[in-house]
């Protein structure tokens, strides 16, 4: 596959997801079972609708089934499931139906699902319902031209990740109730590098979950540093233990985590957020990446004269080289007028996203400390 994307002014290499390795190998290993031929490579149409023509490495063949593998590439994006092997296994059963049952399975290295909210069966493998769509429609269109249409009762097909359980760990998998292995996923079959798209998903999947375990109330933070700290404060001051699928990370999309706790219809949202994040919040940026928008000094300054703060301190903000240092610019006494008035403004933005729920901001100091909240 050569199909590259532009960001950023750099050219930047697709890759392909684990469920389309997954699909190809199965389709592959069906193939190989019906014909009894190996098949050095496959071609795959994936939903977003680019062909796809993979290696097949690892085959095996014998009397009761058959298994191909398809190496992971993730393109130019750093996932971590990148040069993995996805191995599938088919087995058929003969027998007359109308159409086949496609049972899925976990095999080694993928996760078994524990908790609602992802649309799939608790106690089943972490197959997503694309790649069990893309898999049962080629393996059915394989029945079909080998003649097999209403003679096989049933399809098994094993999916297996190598070393899968360890990356795992290294994804969002144990929050989402995913537990033994990774997922097998992909809603286009395409990796697109440094994908918004993919971290919204994960955003909502998470987001989800929470509610589908009963939680009302949903806790958001910009990474794990954050979390950490808010974990702390909260379990503290709640005097209860929080379950992990509470806390879901915003990164710089603030307002379409919000938008998202308001379709998913939770009660109350607590906002943690850092200095560097909440001086361009206060502005009205609900997406703080720094390509997209960096700290407004004249703004800063406009706040820091309304809140009372001496003239010199004002001034001192055009020396300003990080957010950060406000900690130290203001006085004790100009803190407690400054910072308020810094979150007021974030809430004010915030608060409509929100409508029928209870909004919380917490500003979280370098030193984790949680000292204003609005």
């Known amino acids: 596959m050569e199909e590259y994307l532009v960001k950023d002014g750099k050219r930047l290499r697709l890759g392909y997801t684990t469920g389309s390795c997954a699909a190809a190998a199965a389709k592959a290993a ?60 088919i087995e058929l059963q003969a027998g007359q139906s109308p159409t086949p049952a496609f049972l899925f399975r976990a095999g080694e290295g993928v996760g078994t699902v524990t908790l609602p909210g992802l649309g799939l069966e608790i106690g089943g493998p972490a197959i997503n319902a694309t790649p069990r769509r893309l898999i049962t429609g080629e393996l059915t269109t394989i029945l079909e031209e080998n ?19 360890e990356l795992a760990a290294r994804t969002f998998n144990p929050k989402l109730g995913i537990i033994g292995g990774i997922s097998i996923i992909g809603t286009s079959g395409i990796v697109r590098p440094f994908s918004n798209d993919a971290f919204l998903a994960s955003i909502r999947k998470e987001a989800e979950v929470a509610k589908a375990i009963g939680c009302s109330r949903l806790v958001i933070n910009s990474g794990a540093k954050s979390e950490r700290f808010l974990k702390g404060y909260l379990s503290e001051r709640l005097s209860e233990e929080l379950p992990p699928q509470m806390f879901v990370h915003y990164g710089n999309f603030i307002g379409k985590t919000l938008k998202i706790a308001a ?36 703004f800063l300054k406009e ?72």
Not at 32 to 60: A, F, H, S
């Open 303 to 374: 706040l820091a004269a309304k809140a009372g703060c001496k003239p010199e301190s004002v001034q001192k903000i055009d020396s300003l080289t990080l957010a950060r240092e406000l900690w130290e610019l203001f006085s004790k006494t100009e803190q407690q007028s400054f910072f308020p008035l810094l979150l007021q403004k974030c809430r004010e933005h915030c608060t409509p996203l929100l409508p029928n729920g209870k909004l919380s901001v917490l500003l979280i100091s370098e030193s984790g400390e949680i000292t204003f909240q609005a």
């Open 30 to 89: 069906a193939w190989m079972l019906l014909t009894g031929r190996k098949k050095d490579t496959i071609r795959l149409q994936t939903p977003k609708g680019i062909e796809l023509n993979l290696d097949v490495l690892e085959t095996e063949l014998s009397p009761d089934g058959a298994r191909c593998a398809i190496q992971k590439d993730s393109g130019d994006d750093p996932d971590v499931t990148n040069g993995c092997s996805v191995i599938a296994r």
């Open 263 to 298: 379709e998913l219809q939770f009660d109350e949202v607590v906002m943690g957020i850092m200095i560097g994040k909440a001086v361009k919040l206060a502005e009205g940026a609900l997406d703080t990446h720094s390509k997209k928008v960096v700290m407004n000094k004249a």
């Open 147 to 165: 003649g097999l249409s209403g003679k096989i009762k049933e399809v098994v097909v094993t999916i297996s990740v190598p070393g899968g359980k």
